[in-house]
């Protein structure tokens, strides 16, 4: 046979799409997209509930109040001004306050002055069903209790304070923002009592604040009051024994100081003094005297003597002369030579004026060394005269410390008599102040409508609620989609051409379609057997009942893929496998036939699946011999071939007695009787359609791969993991290679475009709807 087909490699085959992008937005949409029903499903029931919550609910109302507390309201009250309260001093004090209004006390205060001991409001307020069910419960065990029966005094007693934590526990007290307002605010199913209770708040903690300002006030007053008394004795005591002291030891003082203490002082400033001035005399003798000590030549370069050290301008007269001189001497010894006569005229006239500028300096050195001995005698005698003084003052000062320690005992004793005396007389007249630092900014009104439950926020919550369930429950969906939806996904995941999708088939048509039959070349190789009536159920007959559906126009393309792929073959094998039974690739096969027979094309059928014989328990009547029997030799294939009388589809079952008791079907598959049985039908037919086991739970297909020209591939839609047949394909090099392509069956049409990326052929089969004419039970 010189057949020449194209190389299934280069034709079937391509790389798998192994990207791994971060976020695929367009695959993320669509995913949301396809999840909004469950979402929607989930916000409506969340808005239900919230809906059926606010009709339930009992209406809360809640009245405020704000007090603001102000230390400048007492400042006429203060003789002195009060420091500016530090940030960390202002948050205590409002901080304290807050817990002020929060206890329990305060809620006491506020039931009795208010007489809410007995509303049956705050004692007996709406509850909700588990709670009145506790309660109901709570009655029942109290009908057993057999204790003595309390008194009216501790029902009253229990009444208050049950009245008070319940109000403790509905009020809310917060500082406002950074500032030194406290909100105070109170809930209630009655809006009159809530402000009512608000108001009796505000009013019970301003009485509260002046009745602990005055009994701090008596209090303090009542200590000071004793205090006074004993430091007025003490601070007289310690007065009387200071002037005794004085007396006693003779310490006579002027203007506070003693006499001696005055005379050591006047001493030592004269001391300071002449310090000073030997200091300067020595210093001004020893620069001068320097200057002498370098000769004439010297002491003429050096002569330079401020004008605050002395007065003698004659030697900077001299001095400016001698410049002048020695500056005219080295301009002629420049122009005329050293031996000029003018250059040693002036050399003479330098060398006289150096002289007379340094018998001048003699008499200055000597002037100051005369002034510089009379700073030092005078600086001695005083040195001396403040010696004895010290001397003659020594036992008076150490009469002194003991005077200092009695003076500064009654300093320090009168001082806080003082001080103790003016807090007293501030007590006594903040005692009848009747001003808080405290006043009410707002008062509480009676609310108009109820601030819980607050509809728009519970709807609100209930849509975020909603969204985020229906969302968990979208994702939850989404983790579990590991199938094969989309023909995208067949050639990413297989690296396989993809032939369409096949509708999934219902009930049975009402209406069929006729195809005419193409005229085909007939060759009688053997006697034709004897054609059967209905020889398929009408399941397998598909493409017959509904010609212009889907369902028939994707195994159209099915052939025409097979055509093109297997070109330059007469005959045609080509087998129908699936990886998991129940996939329908029975259902396939047999309709794939029937297209081919109905085409004109001459089309054997086989069933193949030894082990779950579906197409052959389809066959009407039931068959007696079959492909087992024409594999032994025990027939002829003409004999065990079936014939449809209507598209004249030749069908080969398996046998009666196939599936019971065959145990190796893979070697029979592979056996020489099986490469006879093909070699033969090749000869009368040009398509050869083989119904093989699926791929995952036998290895007959794989066994019957040598035989066939190609597969075609079929995954349940939906259903079949896309690992599972990944990973069978590629442990199946010998019939990956050869794979046609890959039909998704059982596809759900009216689902598919939910799995179709944005502009997708899935998203857009709704405008293929007037190419196709659906039959009933076959989805579009």
């Known amino acids: 046979m010189n057949e020449r087909s194209l190389p299934l490699n280069s034709l079937l085959h391509r790389q798998k799409d192994n990207s791994d992008s971060f976020i695929d937005l367009e695959r993320l949409l669509t995913a949301v997209m396809r999840r909004t029903r469950i979402v929607a499903l989930s916000v409506a029931l969340m808005v239900t509930l919230g809906i059926a919550y606010l009709v339930f609910a009992t209406p809360i109302y809640t009245s405020q109040t704000q007090i603001l507390l102000d230390d400048s309201l007492s400042r006429y009250a203060e003789e002195e001004e009060t420091s500016a309260q530090s940030r960390q001093q202002a948050d205590t004090q409002i901080s ?65 304070q049950k009245a008070a934590a319940l109000i403790q526990q509905s009020i809310t007290v917060e500082r406002v923002s950074r500032s030194a307002v406290v909100a105070l605010s109170y809930k209630s199913p009655d809006p009159q009592l809530a402000a009512k209770v608000t108001n009796a708040y505000a009013e019970a903690f301003l009485t509260d604040q002046l009745n602990a300002n005055f009994d701090a006030t008596e209090k303090a007053s009542v200590w000071l009051q004793q205090r006074l008394a004993d430091l007025g004795q003490r601070a007289q005591a310690a007065s009387l024994d200071v002037e005794r002291y004085k007396t006693e030891n003779g310490l006579t003082s002027t203007r506070g100081q003693l006499m001696s203490e005055q005379q050591l002082a006047d001493l030592s400033s004269q001391l300071i003094i002449a310090q000073a001035d030997a200091a300067t005399a020595g210093a001004r003798y020893r620069q001068f005297k320097s200057i002498i000590d370098q000769g004439p030549e010297g002491a003429v370069k050096n002569a330079v003597v401020s004008s605050q050290q002395t007065d003698n301008s004659v030697i900077q007269e001299l001095r400016g002369r001698y410049l002048a001189i020695e500056k005219r001497e080295q301009e002629i010894t420049q122009n005329f030579g050293a031996d000029h006569p003018q250059a040693v ?110 509809r728009t926020m519970v709807l609100a919550l209930s849509v975020v609620l909603g969204l985020m369930l229906g969302g968990a429950l979208g994702f939850f969906q989404e983790m579990q989609e590991r199938f094969f939806r989309l023909e995208n996904d067949v050639r990413k995941v297989l ?63 099915t052939k025409l893929a097979a055509d093109i792929i297997l070109q330059g073959r007469a005959s045609r094998v080509i087998g129908v496998v699936s990886s998991i039974p129940g996939e329908g690739k029975s259902t396939v096969a047999a309709n794939f036939a029937v297209l081919l027979a109905a085409s004109g094309k001459r089309t054997l059928l086989i069933d193949g699946d030894l082990r779950n014989p579906s197409l052959s328990r389809l066959l009407k009547p039931s068959p007696t011999i079959g492909l087992v029997e024409v594999v032994l030799g025990e027939v002829p294939w003409t004999n065990a071939v079936k014939i449809d009388q209507e598209t004249k589809l030749h069908i080969l079952p398996v046998a009666g007695r196939a599936s019971p008791h065959l145990h190796h079907t893979n070697e029979l598959l592979a056996s020489p009787g099986m490469t006879t049985l093909i070699d033969n039908v090749r000869q009368s037919f040009d398509y050869v359609i083989v119904d093989l086991a699926p791929l995952g739970p036998v290895v007959d297909a794989k066994a019957f791969s040598p035989h066939a020209d190609g597969f075609i591939f079929v995954v349940e839609w939906g259903k079949t993991p896309t690992r599972l047949v990944s990973d069978i394909l590629d442990a199946e090099t010998q019939i990956s290679a050869k794979i046609l392509g890959v039909i998704l069956n059982k596809t759900d049409m009216t689902e598919l475009g939910r799995y179709g990326d944005f502009g997708g052929s899935e998203t857009m089969r709704h405008n293929y709807a007037k190419y196709y004419v659906e039959q009933t039970g076959v989805s579009p």
């Open 96 to 160: 304290s306050t807050v817990e002020i209004l929060k206890s329990g006390k305060m809620a006491l205060r506020v039931v009795d002055e208010a007489g809410l001991a007995e509303n049956e409001t705050i004692l007996d307020p709406p509850q909700s069903p588990v709670a009145t069910a506790k309660s109901w419960l709570r009655s029942m065990i109290g009908l057993f209790d057999m204790s003595t029966p309390a008194s009216d005094a501790a029902i009253l007693s229990g009444k208050r």
């Open 345 to 454: 005229a002036l050399r003479t006239e330098k060398t006289d004026v150096a002289g007379r500028i340094f018998r001048e300096l003699e008499q200055l050195t000597a002037s100051y060394g005369n002034e510089f001995d009379v700073a030092r005698s005078r600086e001695q005698s005083l040195r001396d005269s403040i010696d004895g003084v010290a001397g003659r003052n020594s036992e008076a000062n150490r009469s002194l410390v003991r005077l200092g320690e009695l003076e500064q005992k009654a300093t320090a004793l009168k001082s806080l008599y003082e001080s103790y005396l003016s807090r007293y007389e501030l007590a006594t007249q903040q005692q009848s102040f009747p001003i808080a630092k405290a006043r009410v900014i707002s008062e509480a009104g009676v609310p108009v409508s109820p601030s819980a439950p607050k």
């Open 495 to 557: 690296g396989q051409k993809s032939l369409g999708y096949l509708p999934l088939i219902g009930a049975k048509p009402k209406k069929v379609y006729s195809f005419p039959a193409l005229p085909f070349l007939k060759r009688r190789v053997e006697p034709e057997p004897k054609p059967d009536r209905e020889a398929l159920n009408r399941v397998m007959r598909t493409v017959l009942d509904a010609p212009r559906s889907a369902f028939t126009e994707t195994l159209r393309n």
